[in-house]
Nanobody, 123 residues
């Protein structure tokens, strides 16, 4: 079972935009502390690849294939990471997964994954 809740996937035309969200809900009223968060994607027949990551302080890193087009951000108060995808290309078509390095608030410390959300870029 995925502990992270993803949303925002769908169909976009080339040149269009989508915004993905991934929330890491903890126990109600309890602190959640997350270190790095990241977005990965996996296309059919391909390995899962890192798209973008962001530190707890907000420093981003991007794969070369998405630099200048995608923006990763986070809202620590909401325990949420976002991926703003602009200038989409058909090559961006994949299932996108978020990951969070959780240190406080989940049953164990370590990496947690979302369920995946489909992004399709096509005419």
């Amino acid at each position: 079972q995925a502990q992270l809740l993803e949303s925002g996937g769908g169909l976009a035309q080339p040149g269009g935009s989508l915004r993905l969200s991934c929330a890491a809900p903890g126990r109600s009223g309890h602190l959640v502390l997350i270190y790095d968060m990241a977005w990965y994607r996996q296309a059919p027949g391909k390995q899962r690849e890192l798209v973008a990551s962001i530190t707890r302080g907000g420093s981003p890193t991007y794969a070369d294939s998405v630099k200048g087009r995608f923006t990763i951000s986070r809202d620590n108060a909401k325990n949420t990471v976002y991926l703003q995808m602009d200038s989409l290309k058909p090559e961006d078509t994949a299932v996108y997964y978020c990951k969070a390095d959780v240190r406080i608030g989940f049953p164990r410390n370590g990496d947690y994954w979302g369920q995946g959300t489909q992004v399709t870029v096509s005419l």
